[in-house]
């Protein structure tokens, strides 16, 4: 265990070997983040994936025999934090569980059981003893059953995969890591997880906004405790829950012969002669949610496929359903690609594009077999309508 305030410890599952968070790659791991609070009525905040499970025990008994608990808070159904409930209700069986009426929903469903529940609403408090427990629902922050616990007389927020990171690490804080490394992370965990709910994101935002925060002990990764790195990550929640874009651009492309692949290179490099900050990524090498951590910084996203069979390349295909569902406001974007015989697979790759809420910045280039050097060249047309964009 670790021991995060006077009498309340990490007691939380370091997942090491997790490279893939079902399609989020995850080069560096993650953590589920269980906090064991002793006090007159002791009380677990989450526990952990089903596979974690003796590893989080080990850690309570360093604290308390685990038969001592009388509250388990669930702050989130999903199993990476709620997996190992029932087993610890096996050693704990007098234990509370204290969730939001939707999380009792969301328990009852995945455990098929009648646990003991206690169920809160926003703004209800629980007395464990010396300290108080209050709660804030924040649905959709990541499911409808999300809510956050804030220890009142700590002025410790526990608000569940809000400013989380996957990070695996020996190190539990921000600031024992390198903020820019630990920032990077939570940016490319709120894309791909939170980023669909930035009007959810602000009202819990603007419900938190009062409280004191000394320290913010997410679910995932490390914890914040410094002033200016709490400062730092819920200023960052607020432009993404804004979703507020840099003066960046990043161009996206799969390619087949190589010449989908040479649109991009001409977009990127013309971009670039013109100072514009400017990423490019080539799907067959990049996990998409990877390439959604990057445009979510980005205020023009360039999409490029060839054409097989009529229809845009697989990869691609993923790519788009996948940001379809993340809804990325505020964005621009331009289609390119080549084709053969029909252009009739591009209307996807542009209702796509529209779909996932981006506004198209021109009409699509689609070049015939190969482009030439007249139509790359051309490129730059588009180039001068987003340095014009950017400047505005
Ligand atoms: Fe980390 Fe939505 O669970």
Partial sequence: MVKIAENIYWTGYVDWSLRNFHGYSTPSGSTYNAYLIFDEQPTLIKTVKHYGFEEMLSRIKEVIEPSKIKYIISNHTEMDHSGSIGKMLKLCPGAQIVCSPKGQEGLKRHFKENWNFKIVNSGDTLN??????????????????????????????????????????????????????????????????????????????????????????????????????????????????????????????????????????????????EGISVKLYNLQDTNISDIIAEIISAKVVMVGSPILNNKILPNMGAFLTYLKGLKPKNRYAFTFGSYGWAKIGFKELEDSLKEAGMELLAEGRYANYIPDDTELDNLKDIVIKIKNLLAS
């Fill in 128 to 273: 464990i003893g010396r300290r108080n427990l209050k709660f804030f629902l924040m649905p959709m922050v990541h499911w409808p059953d999300s809510m956050a616990t804030y220890s009142i007389e700590d002025n410790i927020l526990f608000p569940n995969d809000a400013f989380g990171q996957h990070y695996a690490s020996s190190e539990r804080f921000a600031d024992c890591i390198g903020i820019d490394v630990v920032v990077k992370e939570a940016t490319k965990y709120y894309a791909n997880i939170v980023m669909p709910y930035g009007g959810q994101v602000i009202k819990a935002l603007e419900a938190l906004k009062d409280i004191k925060l000394d320290t913010i002990c997410p679910s995932h990764g490390l914890i914040w405790r410094r002033k200016e790195d709490i400062e730092k990550i819920v200023s960052l929640y607020k432009k993404l829950a804004n979703y507020e874009s840099d003066r960046s651009v990043v161009v996206i492309y799969d390619t087949m012969w190589h010449s989908t692949q040479m649109m991009a290179q001409k977009l990127y490099e013309l971009i670039d002669r």
